[in-house]
């Protein structure tokens, strides 16, 4: 059964969240903001009135979540005067102490993302190493473990673009990831990611180990401002491959964005290119490469501002983006993240998307660097 001091410190970390996040405050907003939709011509500007929505949506979650927490623990404090009278059983309010810290650590982690960036959805690209087959068998268990988290997490995902492998796996995929924080999140999975195993694909039975990267970029949404030079911006069109009927192979409904990229702080000049296969409507692939493409541009403007942060507090940022960041040992039942040095036996639960611990363990060590 749990402790009184167990029951004191939920009882306090409830009230500083109540404090940290001024939920007094908030929900004096939200009722200003809504008088703002009261107006007679407010649905008249529908982005302007979206976005109003929006700010309101994105307040009122912080108070439901606070809410919740609230709840959680009244229902922990009751309990375990009732156990004491003999009208509960001690695994009841144990059960009861374990919901309220989860949802009280689900809000505490929530409340580290407070870059403007963090709120956004994801654009996620899998590219598999070097090593053929082995490598493109490791990508596509990578893409599986994040669709899996991100269905777990009621996330909403589409495959923008996906290259099959030679016999197995895949060359790459582009997949966005629509939903509140799922940049916030999936931020710690930028970098490099190593298998080690013995591999199905080796006659010898060998142990082999495969790499794949992981590259994670902001999904921009109407409330983000970005600008794209329509002189930089040249498409080609192309027949889809892969399944999806006649229609996808005979119609040139495949896209190919190609932008010529001058960055503005150091003049140096690239081509960005996009494709995109998500649909059989060639305008609608058109703009959902075009999101692609402000998202990439808003990443590059983020990773400047990174870039001078840490000129700035040197030696204070910790994070290169691109490194290895997690080994997989399959052989060993070990999953480590070299940043953190978090680790689980749980390979099965990890490759079936049960990443939550890695992310908080990234979160807690680095988001204190990022404000």
Request: charged fraction near 30%; aromatic fraction near 8%.
């Amino acid at each position: 059964m749990i402790t009184y001091d167990q029951l004191k410190d939920a009882i306090e970390r409830r009230d500083a969240l109540k404090r940290y996040l001024d939920i007094d405050g908030k929900r004096i907003q939200v009722e200003e903001e809504e008088l703002r939709t009261h107006v007679p011509d407010f649905w008249e500007h529908p982005t302007e009135a979206q976005a109003q929505m929006k700010k309101i949506k994105d307040l009122q979650q912080w108070i439901t979540g606070y809410e919740e927490v609230d709840k959680a623990v009244g229902e922990v404090e009751t309990g375990f005067e009732f156990v004491k009278e003999g009208l509960l059983e001690e695994n009841e309010i144990d059960a009861l102490y374990t919901d309220a810290m989860s949802k009280i650590e689900n809000l505490e982690l929530r409340n580290m993302l407070r870059r403007e960036e963090d709120k956004l959805g994801v654009v996620l690209k899998i590219n598999s190493g070097a090593g053929g087959t082995e490598s493109q068998d490791w990508a596509s268990m990578l893409m599986r473990m994040y669709l899996r988290w991100c269905e777990k997490n009621g996330y909403k995902t589409s495959i923008a673009n996906i290259l099959d492998g030679d016999e197995a796996g895949i060359k790459s995929c582009t997949i966005n990831v629509e939903g509140d924080f799922a940049y916030g999140y999936l931020k710690s999975e930028n970098g490099v990611h190593r298998l080690v195993r013995v591999s199905p694909y080796n006659a010898q039975g060998k142990r082999m180990t495969s790499f794949a990267s992981v590259f994670v970029t902001p999904l921009v949404d109407d409330t983000i401002e970005v600008k794209v030079d329509p002189a930089c911006v040249s498409w080609d069109t192309f027949r889809s491959g892969g399944a999806g009927g006649q229609n996808v192979n005979k119609v040139e409904s495949g896209v190919r964005l190609r932008y010529q990229f001058t960055d503005p702080y150091t003049g140096e000049q690239e081509e960005i290119l996009i494709e995109n296969t998500e649909t059989r409507d060639q305008p609608k692939n058109k703009e959902n490469a075009m999101r692609q493409l402000r998202s990439i541009l808003y990443d590059k403007e983020l990773q400047h501002r990174l870039q001078e942060q840490a000129k700035i507090e040197a030696g204070k940022m910790k994070i290169e983006w691109g490194s290895q960041i997690r080994s997989y040992v399959f052989d060993d039942r070990r999953v480590k993240d070299h940043r953190t040095n978090h680790q689980t036996s749980d390979v099965n639960g990890v490759m079936d998307g049960d990443i939550d611990g890695f992310i908080k363990a990234y979160l807690m060590e680095f988001s204190g660097n990022e404000d």
